[in-house]
């Protein structure tokens, strides 16, 4: 940074270890445009050079010592002035002094925290940044370089079917069911809507996915509905009796994991809206949540199936020689 017109007298520049073979991902900027940024994982470390270049060879730089900072921050937008760390993680690459010539300092965060998926939504960021810092006297001389986090999940263990009804007394009656409440953000989601009683002339039906941003606590509560998706189901007046199938693939849209109480600052939630409307554009509603997940590329049992599965076997086994044994003491 230069302040007060003073010139920088040195560049900083960020380069991670793996940077030649780390896979990147695509993630929203504030305004809108997309960049791609190294993609890291809760867990893994983050490791690399920082890299001191002096403006003018031979010149001094003194210097109140260098640092590197991994850190995690959720920014409301209603409330820039404040950053709300989450990780904060700080190393001295030197101590003060002066350095006479371009210098590189090696870093390493081993196996760094990372609890929160990267966002960047209507009202709330929440980024994870690599910021080096040469302290001066003056004008600090830093650089930041993001990065984006993606939160993995496996399989639910319990993932059961949605059953709802939509009913005016005596004027109409129609139920729908989905195949489950869970959706990893590739998946595809299966239903169907019976027909029990239609007295109402309805001249179109569809589904949208709607996104629901909650940010602040208490009165300061902001919510921030988005419609991701809209799906026709049929376009005319249906009868008794019939039932349509739906099928809606969620891998064409942007769409993230559900995120509930992050760090008590904000919540993503995801809700599948029926709509139904007649011929006298009254419109009629039903909204049931559903839970969105990331899958990773390999899916691995937690230790608790293994620990199920394992027990199963064993108690399969101890039957089966329980059994072998009545069997010989019988003869």
């Known amino acids: 940074m230069s302040f007060f017109g003073f010139g920088q007298t040195a560049e900083i520049d960020i380069v991670l270890n793996d940077a030649e073979t780390r896979k990147k991902a695509e993630h929203k900027t504030e305004d809108g445009k997309k960049d791609k940024y190294f993609l890291f994982y809760d867990g893994e470390t983050v490791s690399g050079k920082v890299n001191v270049t002096l403006k003018t060879p031979g010149k001094r730089l003194e210097h109140y010592g260098i640092k590197i900072e991994f850190v995690g ?6 409330d820039r002035g404040n950053h709300h760390e989450f990780v904060s993680l700080v190393k001295d690459l030197a101590r003060p002094g002066e350095l006479t010539q371009s210098q590189t300092f090696d870093f390493e965060f081993t196996h760094v925290e990372k609890p929160y998926e990267s966002y960047t939504g209507q009202n709330v960021k929440l980024r994870y ?27 639910p263990e319990l993932n059961s079917s949605i059953k709802m009804e939509v009913g005016i007394e005596d004027c109409l009656h129609i139920e729908f069911e989905y195949n489950k409440s869970k959706y990893h953000l590739r998946d595809v989601i299966v239903g169907k809507i019976y027909f029990l009683l239609v007295r109402i002339k309805i001249k179109h039906m569809e589904i949208n996915i709607i996104k629901r941003e909650t940010t602040g606590t208490g009165p300061s509560v902001y919510h921030e509905n988005d419609t991701i998706a809209k799906y026709e189901i049929m376009d005319g007046a249906p009868v008794r009796g019939e039932s349509i199938p739906i099928r809606l693939f969620l891998a064409g849209y942007e769409l993230t994991p559900t995120m509930r109480d992050i760090n008590k600052k904000f919540s993503v939630r995801y809700y599948l809206n029926l709509v139904l409307i007649d011929e006298e554009e009254r419109r009629y509603f039903k909204q049931q949540e559903i839970t969105l997940w990331r899958k990773g590329d390999i899916v691995r049992r937690s230790m608790s199936q293994q620990a199920s599965i394992a027990a199963q076997r064993f108690e399969g086994s101890n039957s089966e020689t329980a059994s072998a044994q009545a069997k010989e003491e019988s003869n």
């Open 73 to 78: 921050q959720i920014e409301l937008y209603y």
């Open 129 to 155: 940044f690599l910021r080096a810092t040469v302290s001066r006297r003056l004008n600090d001389i830093s650089k930041e370089m993001d990065i984006v986090v993606q939160t993995l999940c496996t399989y």
